[in-house]
């Protein structure tokens, strides 16, 4: 119910229509049936002072020729008296009682009619001590009487005679204006209820007309984000609406035609690097027959012209590497690279590639530590994509491990396995975990390339980790090193949640001694995964499952 309250402009708009509507008609419709009643109230009112008064003065002239003397034949005219005033008149209410009293002489006995209510329980303390006194009072008061319970308006006026003062009451059931009244109130509620029906749905059809063309607006634009550039909005009339929807046609075709120009570009140029490269293989053979013949007989030359052609051997691998890596990129932009998956031993693997990057270790005095399971770890990959990751990233880590130790930890679990490499050398910068896989990029352009990489190597290898469907992932800090992490999934075609090692290694910390900004360090892969101390997760955002070493036994070899 939230997300559909956040996500639905026209719900909060009928929304809020109905809960201000119903508050505002709530209320004129409690002001009018108040108001109502007042009246109704008012209108009783005064009718019963009318009857009162005319009851008063026929009483007076029926009660005056008689004192107290005569006081049976009072009695018989009390009764004769209260009867004509309850049913005699033609215009009286049904249901009315009428009472006459002499409080102050008790030896005249009070009459009623109809015969025989008893009144007394109707008439407080306080409305017969007026009367009484000589006042004309009323009060509105709920008993029984003649048939039954209601609500009565009592009125009591003295009538005075030769003998002294007699009380007059009449009591006047209000049924007949309750029931006018209910009506009202049924009328107002029915009237209101209707008019908050009728404006939520104004409402509703107002804001559907208005939600409609942003809808359509937000469905093209995602079919024009999902790649379909020929969708288009229907442009209806001349309004604003209309006049929205012209403008983002007209920025869709905006788009498509630069996204096209771009598409093209971009395919021109792959296809000049891929057709270069591969018209570059034919000079490029024959200058390297050449520079080998020269190579071979360089110690029959000159020392100076000797080491010409040894710079001349050192310059064609690396350019014939270049050109390597320039035809495997383009395979990737073209979409034509191909996964050979099988299963396959990742501990001989890991062996592999540090003993072939052994004698440039010991060149540059970095001691290669390995960490692998006593037990095969097998998973459905392609070994030559694989060792050509680890080759690009044990061979960086030499390059930039300041002669300090580099460690190469290779973990499994039931979903994945992992490959860390560990250098403690200089570092990234923050940021810089973002730029290590462009193609091209070096953290330092003055630095000399000590294994003659061409720059496109952790390039390459982000695209061969993305053809397994795993993740490649950097984490580094300024004086502590840099840590790469090469997750895979255990069967092809799995999808991962999680990495059997931390991307953050464990002796990593954040001190005086480190000069980082505060904030967090991002690792770069497929996804992101925050550099920060706790679970290890991918770039998915999973919580990992293990932590570095869990149920893995290790040997540790040291080249």
């Known amino acids: 119910m939230h997300r559909t309250w956040r996500r639905s402009l026209q719900l909060r708009v009928v929304s809020i229509t109905l809960v201000a509507s119903s508050l505002l008609v709530g209320g004129f419709a409690v002001l009018v049936a108040e108001r109502i009643t007042n009246i109704l109230l008012d209108n009783a009112t005064a009718d019963v002072k009318e009857r009162l008064e005319n009851g008063r003065n026929?009483?007076?002239?029926?009660?005056?020729?008689?004192?107290?003397?005569?006081?049976?034949?009072?009695?018989?005219?009390?009764?004769?008296?209260?009867?004509?005033?309850?049913?005699?008149?033609?215009?009286?209410?049904?249901?009315?009682?009428?009472?006459?009293?002499?409080?102050?002489?008790?030896?005249?006995?009070?009459?009623?009619?109809?015969?025989?209510?008893?009144v007394r329980p109707m008439i407080s303390k306080e409305l017969r001590e007026r009367v009484v006194g000589g006042e004309v009072a009323h009060q509105i008061q709920t008993g029984y009487l003649d048939g039954g319970t209601a609500t009565y308006l009592v009125y009591g006026s003295p009538v005075p005679t030769k003998f002294g003062q007699v009380e007059l009451y009449y009591f006047v059931p209000l049924t007949r204006w309750d029931k006018i009244a209910s009506e009202a109130r049924s009328t107002v509620v029915a009237t209101g209820i209707t008019l908050v029906l009728l404006l939520g749905f104004l409402s509703a059809?107002?804001?559907?007309?208005?939600?409609?063309?942003?809808?359509?607006?937000?469905?093209?634009?995602?079919?024009?984000?999902?790649?379909?550039?020929?969708?288009?909005?229907?442009?209806?009339?001349?309004?604003?609406?209309?006049?929205?929807?012209?403008?983002?046609?007209?920025?869709?075709?905006?788009?498509?035609?630069?996204?096209?120009?771009?598409?093209?570009?971009?395919?021109?140029?792959r296809r000049f690097t891929s057709d270069v490269s591969h018209e570059l293989r034919t000079p490029l053979t024959t200058v390297r027959m050449a520079a080998d013949l020269i190579f071979a007989e360089r110690d029959e030359f000159d020392p100076a012209v000797a080491r010409s052609a040894e710079l001349l051997q050192a310059e064609l691998d690396r350019f014939e590497g270049l050109l390597t890596d320039l035809l495997e990129i383009s395979r990737f932009d073209a979409g034509f690279a191909m996964l050979d998956a099988e299963p396959t031993d990742l501990v001989p693997v890991v062996h592999r590639v540090v003993e072939r990057l052994d004698g440039l270790a010991a060149r540059l005095g970095v001691p290669l530590r390995m960490t692998t399971p006593d037990l095969p770890v097998i998973a459905e990959v392609d070994p030559r994509r694989v060792e050509r990751i680890l080759r690009n990233l044990v061979g960086n880590a030499v390059e930039h491990g300041e002669g300090r130790p580099v460690e190469?930890?290779?973990?499994?679990?039931?979903?994945?396995?992992a490959i860390t490499v560990r250098d403690h050398g200089v570092g990234l910068k923050p940021g810089e975990e973002k730029l290590v896989f462009n193609r091209f990029w070096r953290a330092d352009p003055s630095r000399a390339r000590q294994t003659g990489g061409t720059g496109l190597g952790l390039s390459i290898s982000l695209e061969d980790a993305r053809l397994h469907g795993g993740w490649l992932e950097a984490w580094g800090a300024p004086g502590q090193g840099a840590q790469f992490r090469l997750t895979l999934p255990v069967r092809a075609g799995d999808r991962l949640t999680s990495a059997p090692l931390r991307l953050v290694p464990a002796d990593a910390a954040i001190g005086p001694m480190v000069p980082v900004p505060s904030g967090p360090r991002l690792a770069i892969g497929p996804g992101t995964t925050p550099a920060s101390e706790g679970p290890a997760t991918g770039p998915d955002g999973f919580e990992d499952d293990a932590v570095p070493g869990a149920g893995v036994t290790r040997t540790e070899v040291t080249t």
């Open 58 to 118: 026929y009483a007076e002239d029926q009660i005056s020729v008689y004192t107290v003397s005569y006081a049976s034949k009072l009695g018989t005219t009390f009764e004769n008296t209260a009867r004509y005033l309850a049913g005699n008149d033609p215009e009286q209410v049904a249901g009315v009682v009428v009472a006459l009293q002499a409080e102050r002489y008790p030896s005249i006995p009070a009459a009623t009619s109809p015969v025989g209510v008893d």
């Open 205 to 269: 059809l107002v804001t559907r007309l208005v939600v409609n063309p942003v809808r359509v607006a937000s469905r093209t634009a995602q079919r024009l984000s999902a790649g379909l550039l020929d969708q288009r909005m229907v442009v209806n009339g001349e309004d604003d609406l209309a006049l929205l929807a012209a403008s983002f046609n007209q920025m869709a075709t905006n788009l498509q035609r630069q996204i096209v120009r771009l598409e093209e570009m971009s395919r021109l140029q």
């Open 408 to 417: 190469v930890v290779l973990g499994v679990d039931e979903q994945a396995v």
